[in-house]
């Protein structure tokens, strides 16, 4: 079994953690007081309350997939920081993409990572998985034979999860692999080797150990060699990479004929780890940022809905989209009808002016019921500023979001990024060869024609771009970006855009390429962006770290 689907019970007494700067601990099921400690007797009282207990360390990866669910106001959809996703929001509903990077180098410091900071948080978090790990070989064989090892895997595949993000933000930190007393306060920063050592050991030991057949709601096999494919892209281990792809494929890993059924069924056998949502139980508000403005006005459908419209692709996104035969879209060759014949990504992707939507036709011209308007600095603008909305997290046709909340599922990690994982270590390693074999695994399944590189620049340029639109919305553009040091080219003193429509007397449409960043504003990203300032707070307190040691640029 692939899939992790979170018992409804387990999310509520977790709901309330977020990624960066939240210290309190809530876990109603043990009534464990204080919140940043627990009862080793009452943890280990049972397998029910070892389970809670361990099942409340899965929390972060909720919190992290990048697209919806992980918080009730999706303050985590990665993919806004960069070139692909817009929000219409200055600084609304916690939403920061904007004011972040349009405001100038002032949203970071050498203090902290400013809204990616969570230094802190992520080593409360490290602490309760080796707490676990720890005290799992002493109490979990008074549980059973077997409940140690499989446990051990889950708490060491969520540590390696952990040590990712650090890296990903910080480029190198503390390894903190054991219970530490007051003597390992003062710790010096770990060599990145150090840390991806760790983060390899951990995973091939979840790959290698957690039990199979387990009921619904566990880390499997098959997510451990996922997640290993993709943390040691970050690692530049291109055989690992390939070898934990080849063992995800053993696991299940497989890819679904059809891309659409993907984002429309969480049991889909592309989803390696998908995370459950119930309606007036457990619930985002996926339907309130990304649904169409037109939705809010619907009789019948959903009366009273208060569409804030928040999220749209931009036309570098939605530009991207090939045509059905794979040649490239153009506006001077397909200008007159830009939406019609593109690959079937594009339609599972993309809401644009004239899409079939819930019984009506989606109007982002000036003026339609889902119109389009201009980027407003100083709020938020309500409807779409680029003429395009995300269509992967919502589900056509479903009623009881407007009262109740959204509950459409949320995926973590699925095949087709493995399959491009490889692909990209295949390349770097120099096998151009097997690069556009697994490249065209993913191409192929929306019968797109394969791509032949013969040079490692043309070869990655493909992978660049089929990971852009295969996963665009799911959280890893801007990661991308930063790990191929491709983040300053793409972003910096760059206007992104969108598709301003105007419709005609005749009832045709003119099209018109425009800034939906606002007069005068351009993004900023530094090369010092490619690795945040470690917190000054460590660098104060911790006697084993200078601060000539403090990541360049801060």
Not at 302 to 318: D, K, Q, R, W
């Amino acid at each position: 079994m692939k899939k992790i689907f979170f018992p409804v019970f387990v999310l509520m007494a977790t709901a309330s953690l977020t990624l960066c700067g939240c210290k309190k601990w809530v876990n109603e099921a043990l009534d464990i007081e204080p919140s940043d400690r627990y009862t080793v007797s009452a943890v280990w009282s049972s397998e029910t309350s070892a389970d809670t207990y361990l099942l409340g360390l899965y929390s972060i990866l909720k919190e992290n997939n990048g697209g919806v669910g992980g918080d009730g106001n999706l303050v985590y959809f990665w993919d806004a920081y960069s070139d692909i996703m817009k929000s219409n929001s200055w600084n609304q509903y916690n939403h920061p993409y904007n004011v972040t990077f349009l405001q100038g180098p002032s949203s970071f410091s050498g203090q902290s990572a400013g809204t990616f900071e969570c230094w802190s948080d992520s080593y409360t978090r490290i602490r309760r998985c080796n707490e676990f790990l720890r005290d799992a070989p002493i109490y979990g064989p008074n549980i059973s034979d077997t409940y140690a090892q499989t446990r051990m895997g889950e708490a060491r595949f969520v540590r390696a999860f952990i040590y990712w993000r650090l890296m990903a933000i910080y480029g190198k930190c503390i390894l903190r692999d054991a219970v530490d007393g007051p003597d390992q306060n003062n710790k010096g920063l770990a060599t990145p080797d150090q840390i991806w050592d760790l983060v390899e050991a951990d995973l091939r030991y979840a790959g290698e150990n957690i039990a199979t057949g387990l009921p619904e709601g566990r880390i499997t096999r098959a997510a451990a060699w996922a997640l290993l494919s993709r943390t040691m892209l970050y690692a530049g281990r291109w055989d690992v990479a390939i070898e934990a792809a080849d063992k995800c494929k053993e696991c299940g890993g497989q890819l679904d004929p059809n891309y659409a059924h993907v984002f429309e069924d969480s049991a889909s056998p592309e989803n390696l780890m998908v995370f459950k949502f119930q309606q007036n139980k457990l619930t985002h508000r996926a339907d309130v940022f990304f649904r169409p403005l037109g939705d809010g006005a619907q009789d019948g459908l959903h009366p009273g809905a208060n569409i804030y419209a928040v999220f749209g692709p931009t036309s570098e996104l939605v530009d991207s989209y090939e045509m059905a035969d794979g040649t490239p879209f153009s506006w001077s060759t397909h200008g007159d009808d830009p939406y019609t014949g593109r690959e079937p990504r594009f339609y599972a992707s993309i809401l644009y002016n004239g899409a079939p939507w819930e019984g009506r036709t989606i109007e982002t011209f000036d003026g339609g019921a889902d119109k389009i308007v201009e980027f407003n600095i100083s709020g938020s603008a309500g409807s779409t500023v680029t003429g395009y909305y995300l269509k992967k997290f919502i589900t056509e046709g479903q009623t009881g979001w407007e009262k109740f909340g959204s509950d459409h599922f949320a995926t973590l990690i699925r095949y087709a990024e493995v399959l491009l994982n490889k692909a990209e270590a295949y390349a770097m390693s120099g096998d151009l060869t097997n690069a556009n074999i697994t490249l065209n695994e993913v191409r192929s399944r929306v019968g797109l024609p394969g791509r032949g590189g013969t040079t490692l620049e043309e070869v990655m340029a493909d992978i660049k771009h089929e990971r852009m639109v295969e996963l665009a919305g799911e959280g890893l553009r801007f990661w991308d970006l930063r790990r191929w040091k491709d983040a300053v080219d793409v972003i910096n003193e760059k206007n992104f855009h969108g598709c301003w429509i105007t419709k005609n007397d005749d009832g045709t449409f003119t099209y018109k390429q425009v800034s939906c960043d606002g007069a005068g504003k351009t993004h900023t990203f530094l090369e010092s962006y490619y690795a945040f300032a470690i917190p000054i707070g460590e660098i104060s307190n911790n006697e084993s770290i200078t601060a000539a040691e403090q990541n360049p640029g801060w």
